[in-house]
Nanobody
Framework: QLQFVESGGGLVQPGGSLRLSCTASGFTLNSYSIGWFRQAPGKDHEGVSCISRSDFATYYADSVKGRFRISRDNAKNTLYLQMNSLKPEDTAVYYC????????????????WGQGTQVTVSS
């Protein structure tokens, strides 16, 4: 089972920025389609953004389009999510997971969730 470690979360004011990182051990990230999901308090998990294997396609949820950017540094075997213009509704635990990814959507592969990283947007 693929395992990921997320980091970079924290407390930020509305309008601020954060960059989340996702690292993997034991396998090469760019061999897989990988995505970011989030779970806000009391809500189901939501697909935020993904990047397909070999970077062929990317997807962004409408709620983050134009504010978030997903990228991959193959040399560091790390996936990033740059989050700008953050809003209180972006508050959630963010998870990095293997996904099915296409330009119009994403869905999680496998079961279970990692530890995630908490993002809190508040003044």
């Amino acid at each position: 089972q693929l395992q990921f470690v997320e980091s970079g979360g924290g407390l930020v004011q509305p309008g601020g920025s954060l960059r989340l990182s996702c690292t993997a051990s034991g396998f090469t990230l760019n061999s897989y389609s990988i995505g970011w999901f989030r779970q806000a308090p009391g809500k189901d998990h939501e697909g935020v953004s993904c990047i397909s294997r070999s970077d062929f396609a990317t997807y962004y949820a409408d709620s983050v389009k134009g504010r978030f950017r997903i990228s991959r540094d193959n040399a560091k075997n790390t996936l990033y999510l740059q989050m700008n213009s953050l809003k209180p509704e972006d508050t959630a635990v963010y998870y990095c997971e293997a996904t099915h990814c296409w330009d119009r959507g994403m869905s999680k592969k496998g079961s279970g969730w990692g530890q995630g990283t908490q993002v809190t947007v508040s003044s």
